[in-house]
């Protein structure tokens, strides 16, 4: 029988939530083994602030677990999100997943199928596109990099705090894809099936692009457990464990 391809993102992992990082490890050592692919849409990490905190033990212990999946057989692809942007060439090294670019267009049983993390969707949400345009400057990054790690972890805390009490003045609408969005994204890629992260609002969105049906899948976040879009042959089916 055919393997299914994996979706996994948001799983914001941190030291802070073990039980969470469980899950992901049993996900590794489970499904994922039965994987033909694993994609990770962004928001692996809770935040990422340069791959010398590779030396952290967690990330060290998921990049290994991850390693060990890749050296098994199974393609790892993992597309930036807001939290972990900065993930780079040494988290590639030693976890064996590939960086994908967001938007990414792949194949997936014989529908062309786009993958995004989600947040370039939130059009309506200007404060925070003004803030990731210029986080996704290479001179701001190259600045930002350049700091000691110990600096960085606290710039990146307190930056948690801030989006946390910011996104409290933001209406649910704000923080959702905008509907023009999604339309001119599966447009321009011209694909009817459309999946993402960062919303944190999982669910399966019927559509239609230019005369066609179409689909667009929100993977959820691993804040209560894991979930996951499980994808082969026959279509799309959430998993939760
Ligand atoms: O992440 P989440 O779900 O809380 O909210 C996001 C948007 N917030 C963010 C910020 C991240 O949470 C922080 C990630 C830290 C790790 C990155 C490390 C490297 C960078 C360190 C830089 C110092 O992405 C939030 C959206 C929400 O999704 C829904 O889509 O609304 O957007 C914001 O909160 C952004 C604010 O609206 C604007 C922020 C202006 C910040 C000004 C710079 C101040 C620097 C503070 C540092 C002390
Ligand atoms: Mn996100």
């Avoid at 914001?12 to 969470?20: A, F, K, V």
């Avoid at 692919?37 to 677990?65: K, M, N, R, T």
């Avoid at 997936?108 to 200007?126: A, F, I, P, R, S």
């Avoid at 894809?177 to 009817?192: F, I, S």
């Amino acid at each position: 029988m055919q393997r299914p391809t994996l979706f996994i993102a948001d799983l914001h992992l941190t030291p802070e939530r073990p039980q969470i990082n469980a899950a992901f490890f049993a996900f590794l050592a489970g499904p994922a083994t039965q994987a033909q692919a694993l994609y990770i849409l962004g928001d692996f990490f809770e935040a990422w602030v340069g791959d010398d905190d590779l030396a952290h033990p967690l990330h060290a212990q998921v990049a290994a677990a991850l390693k060990r999946l890749a050296q098994a057989g199974v393609p790892i692809h993992v597309m930036h999100g807001n939290r972990d942007f900065l993930l780079a060439e040494a988290f590639c090294q030693a976890s064996g997943a590939t960086l994908m670019a967001d938007p990414s267009i792949i194949e997936l049983n014989g529908e062309k199928t786009l993958l995004m993390h989600g947040d370039t969707l939130c059009t309506d949400d200007v404060a925070y596109q003004a803030f990731r345009s210029q986080t996704r400057e290479p001179n701001w990054q190259a600045a930002f990099l350049a700091k000691p790690l110990g600096e960085r972890l606290a710039l990146a805390g307190a930056l948690r705090t801030q989006s946390e009490q910011t996104k409290a003045d933001k209406t649910p609408e704000i923080m959702d894809v905008h509907p023009k969005a999604v339309n001119q994204a599966l447009h321009q890629a011209g694909c009817r099936r459309l999946i993402h992260g960062h919303t944190h609002r999982p669910a399966r969105h019927p559509l239609e692009i230019d005369g066609h049906s179409a689909e667009r899948w929100v993977l959820p976040a691993w804040y209560e457990g894991a979930g996951w879009l499980q994808c082969d042959a026959t279509g799309c089916q959430m998993k939760h464990s």
